[in-house]
């Protein structure tokens, strides 16, 4: 494993010349100058829809086809497994119409407190419409733990839906066990990767259906899900009657936007280069972000500390396994009042409740949510110096 070199990562990404620290990148991150040049090549070179006639018809079939094997490598599936679409929440919802299909009134599907809303609402809403029953797992207020779900699974357990990390406290379930659990009970699981795919390793194989955002790792803005190409055969989504039956395809609804998955696929190769060594993208890939991996929880382990020495600072979420991702606020401060005030200083940590409404509720942080500072790889220690500094400078009082 190679050592991992911020200084050198730092100087791909053009957004830092304006000198801001972000600890925004949970919300999606700065992009690199190779995707940048990615989608502007492909924007100006000649396109046509997807075929093998012509150059343009075959650059477009490249493109797809590089972007498929690409996000394949980092999810550690089958490139005819990987389905594109708008947005991770389009996608769901593309996907939770469909399997509703399947269900009939007295079939059961879990959702938890702990994720975003884009992996609960759809579900929701889905089961409402099949007549099918809505069951919650819950999450421990005090430990951001997710609850055991062996007391929810059923026999008429469809499908379970969990976050692979939460974008608002970090905390990152046991989702391979969740999925043993699941599949006992022959049950599907949809695991929403979108925060933690850009921080860690991913084999996404365990999970039925694995969805993640290619802007929250330097790429531009789509979705993305992986799935078993056996399993996609089995479904069946409303399309358009031309539209080819082949899978992946059949759930992808259009043309697809080239420039964006040729901004994917530099992504992707990014990554591979962080660091990582190996023979293949896919070992580049793995040993890249464990390296990312220790760099980011160094980072979070030194803010954690500092942010939790400030009088009347509060912070939540402490699970034993995290992603690098802080939610806090500040007595006698509303959070809106201190993101300006670090923003004001040049430091970038947003607040509110980034969507994921249940869990928020659940810990009562009410509609203006709390401070969120998430790193990012081409974070360094001079970012959580300058944020501590800030936020000293605020009055925090006990």
Not at 122 to 145: C, H, R, Y
Not at 194 to 200: D, G, N, Q, S
Not at 252 to 278: H, N, R
Request: hydrophobic residues 45%; glycine residues 8%.
């Amino acid at each position: 494993m190679s050592a991992f070199d911020v200084i050198a990562v730092r100087k791909q990404f053009p957004a830092l010349d304006e000198g801001a620290a972000h600890f925004d990148g949970p919300g999606g991150s700065q992009t690199p100058q190779p995707v940048a040049d990615a989608v502007a090549k492909t924007l100006t070179a000649a396109l046509a829809n997807r075929g093998r006639l012509t150059a343009a018809e075959r650059r477009a079939d490249g493109i797809v086809a590089g972007a498929r094997a690409a996000m394949a490598d980092l999810l550690g599936t089958a490139a005819n497994g990987i389905v594109f679409g708008r947005s991770m929440t389009q996608l769901t919802y593309d996907f939770s119409r469909t399997l509703a299909k399947t269900w009939t009134a007295g079939d059961e599907v879990i959702v938890t407190r702990l994720d975003h809303d884009a992996n609960v609402r759809p579900w929701v809403q889905a089961a409402e419409a099949a007549g099918a029953t809505i069951k919650w797992l819950g999450f421990d207020p005090e430990t951001s733990e997710l609850d055991d779900i062996a007391p929810l699974l059923t026999d008429r357990t469809r499908l379970v839906a969990v976050t692979a990390a939460s974008n608002l406290l970090g905390t990152r379930p046991d989702t391979q066990r969740i999925a043993d659990q699941v599949h006992a009970a022959g049950a599907l699981i949809y695991v929403d990767g979108v925060h933690l795919t850009a921080h860690a390793p991913i084999d996404a194989r365990y999970a039925d259906f694995y969805v993640c955002s290619p802007y929250k790792f330097f790429g531009p803005h789509l979705g993305v899900l992986t799935a078993a190409p056996e399993l996609l055969e089995t479904l069946t989504p409303d399309k358009l009657l031309p539209s080819t039956d082949a899978v992946p395809e059949r759930f992808e609804f259009g043309t697809l936007p080239y420039e964006l998955l040729a901004g994917t696929t530099a992504a992707v190769d990014f990554i591979a280069g962080l660091g990582g060594s190996g023979s293949t993208r896919r070992e580049r890939l793995a040993d890249s972000l464990r390296l990312v991996e220790e760099h980011e929880d160094a980072l979070r382990d030194d803010l954690e500390a500092r942010l939790a020495a400030i009088p009347g600072v509060t912070l939540y979420g402490h699970a034993a396994h995290r992603t690098p991702t802080l939610l806090f606020t500040v007595d006698g401060h509303a959070p809106a009042e201190v993101a300006g005030h670090l923003a004001a200083a040049g430091v970038n940590a947003p607040a509110g409740s980034f969507y994921a409404y249940e869990p928020a509720k659940l810990l009562g942080l009410g509609p203006e949510g709390a401070v969120r500072a998430g790193l990012a790889p081409y974070n360094d220690q001079s970012d959580v110096d300058r944020l501590i500094t800030a936020l000293t400078t605020l009055g925090a009082t006990n």
